[in-house]
């Protein structure tokens, strides 16, 4: 386990470096110049001119880069071009937003998608199966961009139980949970219903029964745990989604999180802002893939990592 | 029976993810209900920066000027008025002398004096300011301090439309560019005072209660950053938002009249849009195609069917607002007939009649934003009637407006904001404003306009200034480096209940330092 954490964590290294090099070199291969934007129409030639000197944007890009990596490695992520705060700041703030969103939709997704799974796997070929299936391919094909609007519409316009937008209370957080939860939760049911269906079959569940276990342990104890590992693949891989922000959710619900900042950092060609905002989920993907190796062995112990 | 699981059944991380959860909420300062007596503004991008010597977009902009006191400000009928000036005058074509009100306080309590004012405008000239405000500055040689309350600005000559400078926010002296540790701007003297910073979310601001001009009748404001326009006009059925001004779809206005008991108002806008056209391009270099182009686009249609009246037909950059409006310029109604004679005489017949064949090919560029598409689609099939096919091509802010100013192109849409002093011309039109030095992004070059502009400048004489300026209308509107399409109303939503606000033709908010909720 040690060599395994070891080797993970040597492997950290360059995956965040391939991430933000080829952002770096992405970046500035599209077209744009922050200068223009940063000074404006009436800016002169010479005021640009000396603008970029001093940003350092005259130089090389090779030797841009090279400075970008010393200061990295000094921790420091440079100041937005637009903004009045380090790029450290500003994500910072925004941060905790994301965080909190993509938390409580993964709450959201589990406690959907889990007794609807479950159900769905013990009563096979039944109303709740097939509602459960219905449920999952609604789930698929209602894009967030239109279930957001309709949320608001019943809950907060129709109904007055949520605000409509924004980050304030817990009750500005059930709507835009539920968008991007409710998406999720349909992959999840589909996934963990397959996996139960396969684990029921097979000779350790018999054997269970035929020692006169109850049901609901066989379920919990042998079962389900046994089905999860295909399941966990997939929501660490939703997570991290969620971690790099979700642009259309975060904007429909006015949420200040990652995803619309680094879009907004794009578009005003902000360079050390999206270079910030990309290491930051790169390495959000890393620490989640780590966390999701470590729950493997947690769940079936059988896993090994080579010790 | 009920099961009582061994502990190591429990999943151990829903503990974990509460926990967290706790934490971040308990991160967060309370949910914001709106103060007493605040009003709501809706807005759809964040203020970037509201330091008025840095702010170039519109919303910070518009904040900035509830915040921040300038020696002159335009009123609703775009005229400068006194504001921290007392008393102004020109004591000669380059200098221009202003005594100061000796009765205003930032909002720390120190006095506003003309010490303040001289930095503010030395701190934007200084070379090391990286200031998007130093151009327009460029014309001031120096600033004289010449008593407590008195200062002389001195021009490198005479240079009419420096006066828009005058209406520059002033921050006390020795402000840093950088801000403090919770991102606030330096203090301002306006009517407002910046209360709270949420980045990306709000902007709230605290009634300056010893504001020079009587207090403001409103407790505050919050600035909501809501980006998507639908979502603003539920937050406005909800309750959540008082006001929105602009930025909302054609099709919103008959829902909100419907459902909501908003006041709608609408009101002439000064944001000019246009068709821009490559005068590099061989057969855009013609004037004939040019104006056939203008004849074959049916505004009238699309201000009907697509923009739900929300616009008003242009003949020209300058709306009628303008103290340098001329009427009196040439327009290009519909007329697909009159298109196909002129691109006949220009040289480009239809090669097959009624066929299918097109007589020449352009490209169109536009943004991605659903709204441009949708017209941009318009023009192309209007275009296609009088034999011009057009290939359109949109892109991404950044992309496009990158192309624009490189001049790769052969039609594109934008709109110009924000027109004050007819003096935008010489940006735009004049042969030596070519990107990087300025905007004439059509590459256009015409020295009889070249000539006009020099002049109109230089110019003091408002009556002198307005003849020049109806010359150039006269003369664009004949040539046509752009394809005027429409000046955009302003429209404001607001609660009934909401008193006092005057609309401004650029959209300025500052009125609200007057309105009330009744």
Redesign the interface.
């Known amino acids: 386990m040690k060599r395994f954490l070891l080797q993970r964590l040597l492997l950290f290294l360059p995956t965040l470096l391939g991430a933000v090099s080829l952002v770096f070199v992405l970046i500035h291969l599209i077209p744009g110049d922050p200068v223009e934007v940063m000074l404006g129409e009436t800016a002169s030639a010479a005021d640009k001119e000396a603008l970029r000197r001093s940003l350092g944007f005259d130089r090389p890009l090779a030797a841009q880069y090279r400075a970008f990596l010393v200061n990295l490695v000094s921790g420091d992520l440079g100041r937005s071009l637009y903004e009045p705060a380090s790029v450290g700041e500003i994500i910072r703030s925004r941060l905790p937003a994301t965080l909190q969103l993509a938390l409580c939709a993964m709450i959201a997704a589990l406690l959907i998608s889990f007794p609807l799974a479950t159900l769905a796997a013990i009563r096979r070929g039944g109303w709740i199966d097939r509602a459960a299936l219905t449920f999952s391919l609604l789930g698929l094909s209602l894009p967030n961009f239109w279930l957001g609007p309709l949320l608001m519409i019943v809950f907060s316009i129709e109904l007055g139980w949520t605000p409509v937008s924004g980050r304030g209370g817990f009750d500005h957080l059930v709507l835009p949970a539920i968008t991007l939860g409710l998406g999720m939760s349909a992959i999840l049911v589909r996934i963990l219903r397959a996996s139960l269906l396969q684990v029921i079959h097979q000779d350790y569940v018999q054997t269970a029964r035929a020692k006169g276990l109850p049901e609901k342990q066989i379920w919990l104890k042998h079962v389900l745990r046994n089905a999860l590992l295909s399941v966990v693949t997939i929501m660490s891989l939703q997570f991290g989604g969620l971690l790099a922000g979700s642009l259309i959710t975060e904007t429909i619900f006015s949420w200040p999180g990652i995803g619309r900042l680094t879009v907004q950092a794009i578009q005003t060609r902000d360079y050390p802002l999206v270079q910030g905002c990309v290491l930051v989920i790169a390495i959000s993907y890393v620490l989640i893939n780590f966390a999701t190796d470590l729950l493997y062995k947690l769940i079936d112990p059988r896993v090994s990592y080579g010790d | 029976?009920s099961?009582v699981?061994p502990a190591r059944?429990h999943c151990?991380f829903l503990p974990v993810?509460?926990g967290?959860?706790l934490i971040?909420?308990g991160?967060?300062s309370?949910?914001?209900d709106r103060p007493p007596g605040y009003l709501v503004v809706g807005i759809e991008s964040y203020p970037?920066?509201l330091?008025p010597r840095?702010s170039?977009d519109a919303n910070s902009v518009r904040v900035g000027h509830l915040i921040y006191d300038s020696l002159l400000r335009s009123d609703e009928r775009s005229v400068l008025r006194r504001q921290l000036a007392e008393d102004w005058r020109m004591l000669d074509d380059r200098t221009y002398l202003f005594e100061l009100r000796k009765d205003v306080k930032f909002h720390d309590g120190r006095p506003l004096t003309a010490a303040d004012v001289k930095f503010t405008y030395e701190s934007i000239l200084s070379?090391d300011s990286?200031s998007?405000k130093?151009?327009?500055l460029?014309p001031l040689r120096a600033v004289e301090q010449s008593g407590a309350y008195q200062l002389r600005f001195h021009l490198h000559g005479a240079h009419a439309p420096f006066v828009e400078q005058f209406t520059l926010g002033i921050v006390p002296a020795g402000s840093s560019?950088?801000?403090d540790s919770e991102?606030r701007?330096p203090p301002g003297s306006g009517a407002f005072r910046v209360e709270a910073l949420?980045?990306?979310?709000?902007v709230t601001l605290r009634a300056n209660l010893d504001y020079w001009e009587g207090r403001p009748r409103l407790a505050g404001l919050v600035f909501?950053?809501?980006?998507?326009a639908?979502?603003r006009v539920?937050?406005f059925?909800?309750g959540?938002i008082d006001f929105m001004q602009n930025d909302l779809e054609p099709d919103m206005l008959p829902w909100l009249e419907k459902n909501t008991g908003a006041d709608i108002e609408m009101h002439q806008g000064t944001t000019f849009q246009y068709i821009g056209v490559n005068l590099t391009h061989p057969i855009l270099r013609r004037h004939k195609v040019r104006q056939a182009i203008a004849c074959a686009i049916d505004r009238d249609a699309i201000i009907r069917h697509l923009l739900n009246d929300l616009v008003t037909e242009a003949g020209g950059l300058l709306s009628p607002h303008n103290w340098a409006y001329d009427g009196g310029a040439r327009r290009w109604p519909y007329d697909p007939e009159r298109a196909k004679r002129l691109l006949d005489e220009a040289g480009y017949p239809d090669p097959d009649g009624d066929g299918p064949l097109a007589r020449f090919r352009l490209s169109f560029k536009t943004t991605n934003i659903d709204l441009r598409r949708r017209l941009a689609e318009t023009f192309k099939e209007q275009l296609m009637r009088v034999g011009i096919e057009i290939e359109l091509r949109s892109y991404?802010?950044?992309?496009f407006?990158?192309?624009v100013?490189r001049g790769n192109f052969h039609l594109y849409s934008l709109a110009w904001v924000g027109i004050e002093d007819p003096d935008v011309y010489y940006?735009i039109f004049h042969s030596t404003a070519v990107p990087?030095?300025?905007?004439n992004r059509g590459r256009y070059n015409n020295p009889e306009l070249d000539r006009l502009l020099e002049r109109g400048r230089a110019t003091l004489d408002r009556t002198e200034r307005q003849r020049i300026y109806g010359e150039v209308q006269r003369l664009l509107a004949e040539d046509l480096p752009y394809i005027p399409l429409w000046w955009w109303k302003n429209v404001i939503v607001k609660k009934p209940g909401l008193r006092g606000f005057v609309p401004y033709p650029d959209g300025d908010l500052i009125s609200l330092k007057k309105a009330r909720l009744g």
């Open positions: 029976m099961i699981l059944y151990p993810i509460f967290l959860l971040f909420n991160c967060r309370p949910a914001g970037l920066r330091d840095y170039t070379p990286l998007p130093r151009g327009p460029k560019a950088a801000v991102h701007p949420q980045s990306g979310e709000k909501k950053n809501v980006p998507d639908m979502v539920l937050e059925k909800q959540a991404e802010w950044g992309t407006f990158s192309d100013k940006q990087p030095d300025g905007d």
